[in-house]
């Protein structure tokens, strides 16, 4: 099924979720550490970039220094849909507030500091009321 490709559409749409948990961006060299289970996996040239819960990258003794807080748009964005990561951005930038997206088939993640997820959501939230 082909994804939503309207902004506006999308930006209405986009229902953010809060994931439960604290996720950390780490690296490693090999494969996945026993018990580490990454929602993100990037290959990169310097080690493979892996976003995991909290709680398995202290487990596995993964070092890490950025903790963030994972919201899922669950709309279902179009991979070649133009517009919503930057309007989503600049949003967040405008209040204040760091993000790293990652699209998936189906969605669009966005990382954001654990500390201010709430007042994230709360942005998203109203962007999608402003945007209907």
């Known amino acids: 099924m082909a994804g939503e490709s309207d902004l506006r559409t999308l930006l209405s749409g986009m229902s ?17 550490p026993s018990g580490v289970g990454p929602v993100v996996t990037v290959a990169e040239r310097e080690g ?6 909290r709680e398995e990258a202290d487990a596995a003794g ?9 919201i899922t ?3 279902h964005s ?6 919503l990561t930057a309007a989503v951005a600049k949003e967040l930038a405008d209040a204040g507030l760091s ?3 990652v699209a998936g088939f189906h969605h669009d993640h966005l990382f954001v500091p654990h500390e ?8 998203l939230e109203d962007m999608a009321r402003r945007s209907a």
Do not use: Q
């Open 48 to 53: 493979t970039t892996l976003v995991v819960r």
């Open 78 to 83: 179009a991979l070649d849909a133009v517009g």
């Open 16 to 32: 953010p979720e809060l994931n439960p948990g604290r996720y950390v961006f780490t690296t490693v060299e090999g494969g996945v």
């Open 99 to 101: 993000c790293n997206v």
């Open 73 to 75: 748009l669950t709309v």
């Open 116 to 123: 201010h997820a709430d007042r994230a959501m709360t942005v």
């Open 62 to 70: 993964m070092a890490y220094d950025y903790v963030a807080g994972w």
